[in-house]
């Protein structure tokens, strides 16, 4: 289903922290195509949670033994996943539609955190990571990045959801999130390779496969998906990175694809 936006919306003439829910909703229609969207969505999905398996922590907690739920019900999880970020989207982490959808998710992070628990840091790095992922994403197939109005409604959006969630001391600034995100992914105390990373991974990647592409094209998941993280993440998550003309390819594709 479509974010419904006033297309008269503007993001001229807007206050970054009081219209940050506005501003986030445009900057994500903006990135929809018109024509497969829920396969952008799925692709935004997988892209973000290879990242967050190369948590030492966050793959534990996601992998649950081999039997977490991106395992048994990939789809659902998917669903599940882009269904309560499109929530916070469309109606903003402080609606009364945004904060049920936040609570629900903190609740299930307090009942498996008795088995998996998640430090401050692992939940500031998955902050850092879905307040920058998009601009990330956009500059690294060559396309135009956020504004700088986008950038601090992104901040103020991601900073709300993880207050809520009960994260501590988060970045104030766009810098700043970028900064922590470099700092974790590259302690390797804390993001790394582990079997439960890569066991991750290739459930994605699979969900991927299976869910939008064609039985004959299920094989081209992988270069698709992997083209498009940095080495760091590949090596956390047990990956190899496709030839580099497959990967320049894949990052024109998706760069023309934008619309």
Known sequence: MRILINASETLRLVDPVADSARIVRLSTERLLPRYGEATALNLVYCLGF???????EGARAVDRHGAGKIH???????????GYFLTWIQHGPASEEGAA????????HDHYAREYSISNETMLHTIALFTVQHEQLLRLVGAAGFSQIEKEAQVTHWRAIGERLGARDMPATWEGMERFLEWYEGSPAWFGPSPEAHRCAEALIEQFANRRLPAGLRWA?????????????????????PARPIVRLVRRLVRAGLP
């Open 50 to 56: 290879l990242r967050v398996s190369g948590q030492l």
């Open 72 to 82: 048994r019900q990939g789809d659902r999880r998917a669903e599940d996943t882009v």
């Open 101 to 108: 959808s936040l609570e629900r998710v903190r609740r299930m």
């Open 221 to 241: 998941a992988r270069p698709l998906l992997l083209s498009l993280l940095g080495d760091q993440v590949l090596h956390a998550v047990g990956e190899e990175k």
